[in-house]
């Protein structure tokens, strides 16, 4: 017997604080998805002066609670 693959859905949740980044991946946890590899803070903005936060979520298409 193969194996057979699965499709992911990918999305990337971001955030200008770390709270607000905890809200938007429980959304998505609530929703299904996973968290996958690790948080993520980069400067972001015009002029580079904000920290942005990412947590990258994964789940297999289709699938939802």
């Keep these: 017997g193969g194996r057979r693959k ?3 859905e990918y999305k ?5 604080d770390p709270r607000a980044l905890d809200k938007a ?3 998505y ?6 968290p ?3 948080v ?3 400067p972001v903005g ?3 002066n904000l920290e942005g936060f990412m947590q ?7 699938e939802s609670r």
């Design 56 to 62: 990258a979520v994964v789940r297999v298409k289709g």
């Design 6 to 8: 699965m499709a992911l």
């Design 40 to 42: 993520c803070v980069s």
């Design 25 to 27: 991946v429980n959304r």
């Design 12 to 16: 990337i949740p971001t955030a200008l």
């Design 29 to 34: 946890l609530q929703d299904g998805w996973s």
């Design 46 to 48: 015009s002029n580079k």
């Design 36 to 38: 996958t590899g690790g």
